[in-house]
């Protein structure tokens, strides 16, 4: 079976993801314009009616600006947990209240969609309740994680088992530390509910890397407080000194902020 991923946003602007097969796919997250949506999947030819589900990992407006228009005008279900739902329909950017759309996901209680199996489990972040995404086809795990201040043991597990893996590296330390933030915004990013930092990330993957992840996504990358480069070098470096090699032993790609990614076809 192939398998198709694209981001088709990845940043504090506006989050959006799409994993599917040749036939049919889901989101995870829409926090971006409905437009944007319709014309991005029409330029990689995925019509919006081959969209089984949307899920969403947190009540934030970068990843749940279109899902009103998507759940309740063009009848996708819209999967998360009570909370999420309950913080979504009170956000100010919801001017489409979800009703008929919503679905209730419990973590950690898997579900079956066609032939995915989909996981979702706790991470730390601020928003009303937070949940990264463990999806499992044909065989092959994906794991999203795109907004979270540390690693759990919880999130560590669905890290460490992926193939597959979508991983926040929101800020350089330096970058934020010298930057125009005022104080409370910095103290937020980098709290145990915030973000995790290029060399949060880095550091755990160089430490937990295991031999069956294949591609790692760097996702929610900073505008202000980060560079595309800066994040993958970063991670590259501390790979490397572990032995393991970019290109080689794993690939590693950091996501575009405002445009979508390639098509990464997985057989």
């Not at 799409?18 to 330029?43: F, W």
């Not at 679905?103 to 579900?111: A, D």
């Not at 309740?129 to 463990?134: L, M, P, T």
């Not at 032995?243 to 997985?266: C, F, H």
Request: charged letters at 25%; glycine letters at 6%.
């Amino acid at each position: 079976m192939k398998i198709k991923f694209i981001s088709l946003a990845s940043g504090s602007s506006g989050n959006c993801y799409y994993l599917g097969t040749e036939t049919y796919g889901i989101l995870i997250d829409a926090g971006i314009g409905i437009r944007t949506i319709k014309k991005t999947l029409k330029e990689f030819s995925i019509a919006l009616d081959t969209i089984k589900a949307v899920f969403i990992t947190h009540d934030h407006a970068d990843h749940i600006k279109a899902v009103g228009h998507l759940g309740e005008k063009m009848n996708i279900p819209i999967y998360t947990t009570t909370l999420i739902h309950e913080g979504i329909n009170k956000s100010y950017c919801m001017t489409e209240k979800l009703n008929t759309s919503v679905r209730i996901l419990e973590k950690q209680q898997p579900m079956q969609l066609n032939d995915f199996t989909i996981e979702s489990f706790e991470v730390p972040h601020d928003g009303t309740d937070n949940v990264g995404y463990c999806i499992e086809i044909d065989g092959r795990i994906f794991s999203f994680l795109t907004d979270l201040g540390e690693i759990t043991n919880t999130a560590a597990k669905y890290i460490c088992k992926a193939h597959y893996l979508i991983i926040e590296a929101n800020y350089d330390e330096e970058m934020l530390k010298m930057g125009p933030y005022p104080k409370h915004l910095k103290e937020r990013i980098i709290s145990k509910t915030g973000h995790m930092s290029n060399v949060d990330t880095a550091d755990f993957l160089a430490e937990n890397i295991t031999e069956h992840l294949q591609h790692i996504w760097l996702c929610h990358l900073s505008k202000d407080n980060n560079h595309p480069e800066l994040a993958y070098k970063t991670v590259e470096w501390k790979l490397k000194n572990k032995g393991v090699l970019i290109g080689k032993d794993v690939q590693l790609t950091a996501l575009k902020r405002n445009t979508p990614s390639e098509v990464y076809t997985l057989e």
